[in-house]
């Protein structure tokens, strides 16, 4: 009867205690890694330093075009009567069609705009990819564990079965077959020990750091009892679309810029003359200086006529190609919550297959208080608990990938 109390004792803790799990703690674990490969990650970097460098464009355009300055010597001076100039100088400043540099500014500052929504969006997959490779974590070692519990109680059996052979209740067939199992499971084991390494060194790798670093991947994991998944909607805020509104708002601009820079150019200078001395000069100022005026007018503008022409393409193509990216999206939508809602379904099977395997367990237990087991019974038993186990955690961790799915498509 002790030995029925340990197999009863260890199924309470297989079967019940498995699925607790504090969820904050699971969540501060997972965003604990997501932060780090923020803070870490060289693909965020190269995104940011874009953006960067697509912000410091807008003080790019905020300037003039080039002063000019022109300096000529007079190298050989012709013998004549009249004054002759020895050199002269002159600088000239064209300014652009009144509102041009504004809207090269906001042109710039919406492309800055559209780099930025890139950087966001590079961000949540990154948060995504890091949510992924730990409920992959998750679901090898949970199964880990129920492996190692489904040993433990393999190695009760065979010591009941032991005991029933040395009373004529069993054959020592029913010993060889319990430790056969343990080997099987014990080779599962092995299995999921290799695999969490290569997962192990992919979230590793996401993170940039050592390949095998220990990471701390919690081993439990249940499916909450409402979801909170929202309409289709939502996905309107998701960046990848607000990028195409980006997109088109900078084409707009773009536009804007393409009429000014259609507009004439003036230009505002001075020109020096300097001189020499002659008799035929009365006057104190020897010297010439002129004021300038220059005005530059863009009479084939076919440049600027075309430039249009491919804005008002351009934005068709990115309405379009947005509406192509909202069909892709609400399709992802679709199938990650018809998943989540699989998973739901499937874990919920499995409890109460759970439940009805344990009735079957219990009622093998009274039998060998009888002195009737049999240990095939107990093993066709054990074999569908822990495919039931098995199921559950796969469950759980297909719920919980969909949910990351989820919440990058609509948060």
Not at 215 to 227: C, H, K, T, V, Y
């Amino acid at each position: 009867m002790k030995q029925l109390k340990i197999i009863i004792k260890q199924k309470a803790i297989l079967f019940l205690g498995f699925w607790l799990l504090a969820l904050n703690g699971y969540a501060q674990d997972l965003q604990t890694f997501i932060d780090e490969a923020m803070a870490n990650s060289p693909e965020i970097q190269k995104v940011d330093f874009q953006y960067k460098i697509a912000s410091e464009k807008v003080q790019e355009v905020n300037s003039l075009p080039n002063t000019e300055f022109n300096f000529g010597v007079m190298a050989i001076a012709p013998e004549m009567e009249m004054p002759m100039e020895r050199f002269r100088a002159s600088a000239m400043q064209m300014l652009p069609w009144f509102g041009t540099i504004s809207a090269r500014e906001n042109y710039a500052s919406s492309m800055a705009d559209a780099q930025y929504v890139e950087v966001t969006i590079a961000k949540r997959k990154l948060a995504l990819s890091v949510a992924q490779f730990y409920y992959q974590l998750y679901e090898i070692r949970a199964k880990q564990e129920v492996l190692e519990k489904n040993i433990a109680l393999l190695r009760t059996y065979e010591r009941l079965a032991l005991t029933s052979v040395e009373v004529g209740k069993a054959s020592a067939v029913d010993v060889l077959r319990l430790q056969i199992r343990q080997n099987e499971l014990q080779q599962s084991i092995n299995v999921l020990t290799q695999q969490n390494k290569g997962i192990q060194a992919a979230l590793n790798s996401v993170m940039n750091r050592e390949h095998d670093r220990e990471i701390a991947a919690i081993s439990s994991l249940e499916i909450p009892e409402n979801d909170n998944f929202y309409s289709y909607e939502r996905l309107s805020v998701n960046p990848e679309l607000l990028k195409y509104d980006k997109l088109y708002e900078s084409v707009e601009r773009s536009e804007l810029l393409n009429q000014k820079e259609s507009g004439p150019m003036v230009g505002f200078g001075v020109e020096y003359i300097n001189q020499e001395n002659s008799p035929m000069i009365t006057s104190d100022f020897k010297d010439m200086v002129m004021p300038m005026v220059s005005l530059s007018i863009p009479i084939f503008n076919n440049k600027y006529k075309s430039q249009t022409r491919q804005n008002e393409l351009r934005k068709l193509e990115i309405q379009s190609q947005k509406e192509e990216r909202l069909n892709v999206l609400k399709a992802e939508l679709a199938k990650a919550i018809s998943l989540s809602k699989q998973a739901r379904i499937m874990y919920e099977t499995q409890a109460k297959n759970l439940k009805q395997a344990e009735d079957a367990e219990e009622i093998l237990i009274k039998n060998y208080e009888t002195g009737t087991i049999d240990f095939n019974d107990v093993l066709d038993i054990q074999e569908l608990q822990l495919k039931f186990q098995m199921s559950q955690i796969e469950a759980v961790k297909q719920y919980y990938a969909q949910a990351a799915v989820i919440n990058y498509l609509i948060e």
